[in-house]
């Protein structure tokens, strides 16, 4: 199981726009595809963005045109590019990681970072 820490959450008015990054401990072995979930206080958890080793994203309708994923394999470290921040988008947001061999669209994450909170004021 790798390790996961996330960063640059806060609190950002509606339209705003923050950066969130998740550095990874761990190799290509252990690490494939990366992501960011979210959890609103009862609601279900969402996957929000994915970004594989070749740079293939996927991102949840909601956010679609409005947050960017990316990684930089080399410092093994994901970003989140969130612009045009809702209310509705108020969650902790979860740095997430599959290990190899796994279908990333059809699996849950192997690995889980602590989380870091989102609040979008109107």
């Known amino acids: 199981q790798v390790q996961l820490v996330e960063s640059g959450g806060g609190l950002v008015q509606a339209g705003g726009a923050l950066r969130l990054s998740c550095a990874a401990s761990?190799?290509?072995?252990?690490?494939?595809?990366m992501g960011w979930y979210r959890q609103a206080p009862g609601k279900q958890r969402e996957r929000v963005a994915v970004?594989?080793?070749?740079?293939?994203?996927n991102y949840a309708d909601s956010v679609k045109g409005r947050f960017t994923i990316s990684r930089d394999n080399a410092k093994n470290t994901v970003y989140l590019q969130m612009n045009s921040l809702k209310p509705e988008d108020t969650a902790v947001y979860y740095c997430t990681a599959w290990p190899p061999r796994v279908y990333y669209l059809g699996s849950p994450p192997g690995s889980w970072g602590q989380g870091t909170q989102v609040t979008v004021s109107s």
């Open positions: 970004i594989t080793t070749g740079g293939t994203t």
């Open positions: 761990g190799s290509a072995f252990t690490i494939n595809a």
